[in-house]
């Protein structure tokens, strides 16, 4: 049995070198370099060829690099008995939540407009929010979700959450997933950090920018998926949206041409809210491979019906 690593974007060396420390036993190969397609039964993918996993008849069990697993859950060419996992680790939450108080705290210090004037030379000073005028909206109540939520808490920020079952988080408001609008209209800054799934792609259209509170602002830092292009330029035109972080978009690197360049009132970060690293994610992987040669019960299993 071997464990190969997928990726058509990412050096897998180091993953394959923090596998080998923890044990040196487990025939670990990366894609395309395969020595026999029969041996594969555990697999590590990140936004991996199309149809690739057809080659690997015996394959067993595919975990995503990350939490996310859109990538593997969209590919209807790896069989329904095939199961999935994901990383979750202490670290790619501690990223996640340092990632989204930075964007808050800059939205509300008005940053982004210090940061052009200082290309001009310019000194003017710009009234800020405080901290108990806005409430910060939490689209995703999961693993990511919940620790990020704790952390706005704990820097002193109003934070409610939305998700598709009611979570109980202290200090937070919390709704369910019929109570949307309840949530959106109380919600100033709009935090995204929910599962790409056919329910939530496009869910960041301009009809639920219109329900947010204003002034309202938007935290992107799922999948770019979730988000309607065209209507979050014309909500910034608008004034709908006074501004806008990404941190994930459709296509990857962002083109050059693409229209968020350039503009003022988007802040754009090349997809580097959470990063997986090798020698953390190592552990859970070489603890599910292990599982998988046991036939235990994995870790971070996904519902494939949910598509989380």
Not at 20 to 48: G, T, Y
Not at 116 to 121: A, D, I, N, R
């Amino acid at each position: 049995m071997s464990l190969l690593l997928v990726s058509n974007h990412r050096d897998m060396a180091p993953f394959k070198a923090a596998i080998e420390k923890i044990d040196s036993n487990i025939d670990v190969e990366i894609w395309p370099n395969v020595k026999n397609l029969n041996r594969v039964q555990f697999a590590v993918a990140w936004r991996h060829p199309k149809h690739v996993f057809s080659q690997y008849p015996n394959v067993k069990v595919i975990s995503s690099l990350g939490a996310g697993v859109d990538h593997l859950i969209q590919d209807k060419t790896i069989p329904e008995h095939v199961k999935i996992t994901r990383i979750i680790t202490s670290s790619l939450a501690d990223q996640m939540s340092d990632y989204i108080l930075t964007a808050c705290l800059n939205i509300i210090r008005k940053t982004e407009i210090y940061l052009e004037q200082q290309k001009t030379g310019k000194w003017k000073v710009h009234k800020t929010y405080k901290k108990d005028e806005l409430t910060i909206g939490i689209l995703g109540l999961g693993e990511l979700g919940s620790k990020v939520t704790k952390r706005l808490l704990i820097n002193g920020f109003s934070v409610a959450g939305w998700s598709r079952t009611k979570k109980m988080i202290e200090g937070a408001e919390t709704f369910a997933e019929d109570e949307l609008t309840d949530f959106l209209n109380r919600t100033n800054i709009l935090v995204n950090i929910l599962p790409l799934t056919n329910q939530t792609e496009g869910i960041l259209d301009l009809g639920l920018f219109k329900q947010l509170k204003q002034p309202a602002f938007l935290v992107n830092a799922a999948r770019g998926e979730h988000l309607v292009s065209e209507d979050l330029i014309y909500a910034l035109d608008t004034g709908l949206i006074k501004h806008a972080v990404l941190d994930v978009f459709s296509e990857e690197p962002l083109p050059e041409s693409h229209p968020f360049w350039g503009r003022e009132k988007i802040t754009i970060t090349p997809h580097v809210a959470s990063i997986t690293d090798p020698d953390e994610a190592a552990e859970l992987l070489v603890e599910n491979y292990k599982r998988t040669l046991s036939g235990m019960a994995l870790l971070y299993e996904v519902d494939r019906e949910k598509e989380y």
